[in-house]
Nanobody, 125 residues
Framework: QVQLVDTGGGLVQAGGSLRVSCDASGRTFSLYGVGWFRQAPGKEREFVAAISWSAAYTYYGDSVKGRFAISKDNAKNTVYLQMNSLKPEDTAVYYC??????????????????WGQGTQVTVSS
């Protein structure tokens, strides 16, 4: 089993920055990759970014490319999502997710086995 804890959400003005963290514990040696997703009220869960557990590969959703950066601290088993130039439409609950196997898709929520509890990010205009 793997446990994920999301932290770091909050309220920020448009144009500002925020960093959310995903702390992984348990059988982390079994992990293949970690992704960040977000879900706004009334909307489907949206892919934001993903990183291989080795940190060799990163992927981004079109709506966040050039503004968000995903990274991993190997010593801490923590994955970060640095969010810059935030917009009101970035407002959502952000979830980290992890999987233990290689998949053709890194952007589908159904490909991930473990989920954090989510952290609220609110961007005011």
């Amino acid at each position: 089993q793997v446990q994920l804890v999301d932290t770091g959400g909050g309220l920020v003005q448009a144009g500002g920055s925020l960093r959310v963290s995903c702390d992984a514990s348990g059988r982390t040696f079994s992990l293949y990759g970690v992704g960040w997703f977000r879900q706004a009220p009334g909307k489907e869960r949206e892919f934001v970014a993903a990183i291989s557990w080795s940190a060799a590969y990163t992927y981004y959703g079109d709506s966040v490319k050039g503004r968000f950066a995903i990274s991993k601290d190997n010593a801490k088993n923590t994955v970060y999502l640095q969010m810059n130039s935030l917009k009101p439409e970035d407002t959502a609950v952000y979830y980290c997710a992890a999987r233990t196997y290689r998949s053709r898709s890194y952007s589908r929520p159904t490909e991930y086995e473990y989920w954090g509890q989510g952290t609220q990010v609110t961007v005011s205009s």
